[in-house]
Nanobody
């Protein structure tokens, strides 16, 4: 099994910044893609940003230029630096990791964190 533990959420004023972290632990041989998703009340969960093990990134149009995803492969940790936050960024943020458990299996399994609340309000 794999556990993903997120941290760094909270309440911030519009224009402010937050940094989210997500650490993966457990039965991990390797992790390919890691990503951040968010879900606002009454809306579907959406991809915010993703990053491959080699560092290739992709972002939702709504956060391009404001958010930066990064990862530390040695620590199995992914980060999301969020700048110029807007009220519409308010949501529960979840991290996701695609994990390979063993060297003899090429199958990757998806795991989710428990979510961390981000609220942007004056």
């Amino acid at each position: 099994q794999v556990q993903l533990v997120e941290s760094g959420g909270g309440l911030v004023q519009p224009g402010g910044s937050l940094r989210l972290s997500c650490a993966a632990s457990g039965s991990i041989f390797s992790i390919n893609t890691m990503g951040w998703y968010r879900q606002a009340p009454g809306k579907e969960r959406e991809l915010v940003a993703g990053i491959t093990s080699s560092g290739n990134t992709n972002y939702a149009d709504s956060v391009k230029g404001r958010f930066t995803i990064s990862r530390d492969n040695a620590k199995n940790t992914v980060y999301l630096q969020m700048n110029s936050l807007k009220p519409e960024d308010t949501a529960v943020y979840y991290c996701k990791a695609n994990v390979r458990h063993d060297s003899w299996s090429a199958i990757y399994y998806s795991y989710w964190g428990q979510g961390t609340q981000v609220a942007v309000s004056s």
